[in-house]
T-cell receptor, first 113, second 113 residues
Framework: QQKVQQSPESLTVSEGAMASLNCTFS??????FRWYRQHSGKGLEVLVS????GEKEEGSFTAHLNRASLHVFLHIREPQPSDSALYLC?????????????FGQGTVLSVIP | EAAVTQSPRNKVAVTGGKVTLSCNQT?????MYWYRQDTGHGLRLIHY???????EKGDIPDGYKASRPSQENFSLILELATPSQTSVYFC????????????FGPGTRLTVL
């Protein structure tokens, strides 16, 4: 069964400094990777989706996928205090016409002014 | 605007009681999903559906039933609630495509005493 692990569990960065989050998955046939942000007490907001090795940029968020090493990273450029939230990685394996996501446990990001 | 709504937003139930969580989507999506979120576990898939009349077991279905009476509505049913089912529950909808985005509702906080 797919296992998804995120590191670090928590991260504190200064406003404007790059933040880098790591997600490790266990199944190399995984083909669908997403990063979500969740502010406290709120729902999930998709940040970036990536389906092939390399980089995908969406605004200040860049996902970097390396399936050979079983890693997908999220880099946040010039984070603001409003980016303080729980960040979740989700991974899916092709299984017909559905999209069953397996989530990591999350990284809590704190951005200090 | 397309949306996923959940009701109730907060629920307190007693052990052994029956609980029904409801989800409605105006996205006209075929697929719908129920997840629970617990600290340290990220989100875990309970049940999902491909369309009206269909329900499938996810990764942690024990103690839960699901019902999809229409394209728009998907319910999660706890016939005999237990304290271990205290959690935050999220509903999501998505197109029937492996790479389709999932859109999440705001969540329901359930406490079982």
């Amino acid at each position: 069964q797919q296992k998804v692990q995120q590191s670090p569990e928590s991260l504190t960065v200064s406003e404007g400094a790059m933040a880098s989050l790591n997600c490790t998955f266990s199944d190399r046939s995984s083909d669908n990777f997403r990063w979500y942000r969740q502010h406290s007490g709120k729902g999930l907001e998709v940040l970036v989706s990536i389906f092939s090795d390399g980089e995908k940029e969406e605004g200040s968020f860049t996902a970097h996928l390396n399936r050979a090493s079983l890693h997908v990273f999220l880099h946040i450029r010039e984070p603001q205090p409003s980016d303080s939230a729980l960040y979740l990685c989700a991974v899916s394996i092709p299984t017909g016409g559905n999209n069953k996501l397996t989530f990591g446990q999350g990284t809590v990001l704190s951005v200090i002014p | 605007e397309a949306a996923v709504t959940q009701s109730p937003r907060n629920k307190v139930a007693v052990t052994g009681g029956k609980v029904t969580l409801s989800c409605n989507q105006t996205n006209n999506h075929n697929n719908m999903y129920w997840y629970r979120q617990d600290t340290g576990h990220g989100l875990r898939l309970i049940h999902y559906s491909y369309g009206a009349g269909s329900t499938e077991k996810g990764d942690i279905p024990d103690g839960y039933k699901a019902s999809r009476p229409s394209q728009e509505n998907f319910s999660l049913i706890l016939e005999l609630a237990t304290p271990s089912q205290t959690s935050v529950y999220f509903c999501a909808s998505g197109d029937r495509d492996f790479y389709a985005e999932q859109f999440f509702g705001p969540g329901t906080r359930l406490t079982v005493l």
